[in-house]
């Protein structure tokens, strides 16, 4: 059993990204709907913050709804965009008590209108926080949000607003929907699938992944402190060998 005194408090990552997969499976395998299970992964989602909050990580980021996932039943998409609106409705006494600041990224033109307005409160109502920032993919997708990206870019060139052979890695970041925060430093992905589906394909680059059996509405603060332990054991190499990443760590610890 992992407890948060099993964490290197100052080696946390700073920013931590997770696919809450397997609401689906984990109500299907209690003979209830699709829906039931996400109104768990509600649960979930609360202890995940309040555990990221506490131990001072300062990006969460949570994959909520892609893009691709507009695709579903409809039923299920109306139940799915009910629950948000409501859960972030009746979150944002808690935010503000734990000074967690709220973000979405996202194609949010693509929610219904009364969402939008929802999500606009919610974020003007947080934003005074300073603690941990909270990030919801909402309608998200990397190549919705890179095709973005591509489009702005272009059209600055065009407008003279930024040279073409000028264009660097910094320069993409700051046409990404994460301009503002730092590229994750782990990424947890539950319920057992080994992908990425369209989440943040260009921040991950150098991300370590972390991939596990749990269903979301069944992982809690100690499964996370597991994968924080986890990240925590490994050599992140940056491309360098090993012994070039020991050296650096001697000489700047
Ligand atoms: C994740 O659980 C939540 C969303 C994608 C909205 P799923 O609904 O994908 O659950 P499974 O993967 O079908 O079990
Ligand atoms: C990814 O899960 C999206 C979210 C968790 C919001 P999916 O369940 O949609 O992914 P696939 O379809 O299994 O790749
Ligand atoms: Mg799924």
Redesign the pocket.
Known sequence: MFTKESIDTERLPKHIAII???????AKEKGED?LF??LH?VESVRDIVEGAAELGVEYLTLY???TE?WDRPEDEVAG?MELLVDTIKKEVPTLNKNNIKLHVIGDTSMLPAFAQEELQEAIQETAHNNGLNLIMALSYSSRWEIINAVKQIASDVKNGKLEADAITHETIQQYLATKNFPDPELMIRT?G?FRISNFLLYQLAYTELYFTNT??PDFRKENLYEAIHDFQQRERRFGKTGEQVKKEKTTHP
């Open positions: 809450m997969d397997g609401n689906g499976r984990w699709r299970g996400h992964g909520a709804f892609s996932n799915l319920s699938e269903r979301w």
